[in-house]
């Protein structure tokens, strides 16, 4: 059984220009969330996809933006790059109740320059 | 607003020692509380998931347990071996309805020596 991915991998950007980042869920799962993690503030929700509909949302500015195809594959974009945007970018699948388990993908590193 | 603490942020132990990592939640309103490991610049590897109605989980060398009164967890790793050293965090599985957001402790470094 597959697990989550994400791509790409690694990203290097420069400021100002916008990113486009991947996840494909588990087979079968239908909600996807997104996390940033950064040394200083750690790991932090972003928003959270279910049947192609936003659920949840944390408390990011709204150059963070995401969607979820009919597939459950789901996107996250990021416009008007900054330097403090650097992080490790996490997804999370899972079924999609509130008491269900997350399983993450590896990650992608985006470094703005 | 939830916040999760986990104590010690770092820890140091010869191999073969037991220990035991805390986590404590302000919260109680919880749905579950899961335990994740993660390796430097690697994603979250699912370790033990215990649900709110739970008392413990285990699997293997690991023993998680939960008292949601208190607003604690506690992971016991037994018989640690040097592959064992890695960030550990816990999440809590927050009362949003049908939503499912994790909110994250900030991790205790575990190394393992030989």
């Given at each position: ?12 950007k ?20 997104w ?35 009919s ?43 | ?54 008392r413990?989980?285990?699997?293997g ?49 575990l190394?393992v020596?030989?």
């Open positions: 059984k597959a697990g989550v991915t994400q791509t790409p991998r690694y990203l290097i420069t400021r100002g220009q916008q990113v486009t980042l991947s996840c494909s869920p588990i087979s079968g799962h239908r909600s996807v969330s996390y940033q993690q950064t040394p200083g503030q750690g790991l932090q929700f972003l928003f959270e996809y279910f049947s192609e509909t936003q659920r949840n949302k944390g408390n990011f500015p709204g150059r963070f933006s995401g969607r979820q195809f597939n459950s594959r789901s996107e996250m974009n990021v416009s008007t790059l900054e330097l403090g945007d650097s992080a490790l970018y996490l997804c999370a699948s899972s079924w999609g109740h509130s008491n269900t388990e997350a399983f993450f993908g590896q990650g992608t590193r985006l470094t703005v320059v | 607003k939830q916040e999760v603490t986990q104590i010690p942020a770092a820890l140091s132990v010869p191999e073969g020692e037991n220990l035991v990592l805390n986590c404590s939640f302000t919260d109680s309103a919880i749905y579950n509380l899961q335990w994740f490991r993660q390796d430097p610049g690697k994603g979250l590897t699912s370790l033990l998931l215990i649900q709110s109605s739970q413990e989980q285990t699997s060398r690991l023993n998680a347990s939960l008292d949601k009164s208190s607003g604690r967890s506690t992971l016991y790793i037994a018989a640690s071996q040097p592959g064992d050293s890695a960030t550990y965090l816990c999440a809590v599985s927050i009362n949003t309805g049908t939503a499912s957001k994790l909110t994250f402790g900030t991790g205790t470094r190394q020596t030989l």
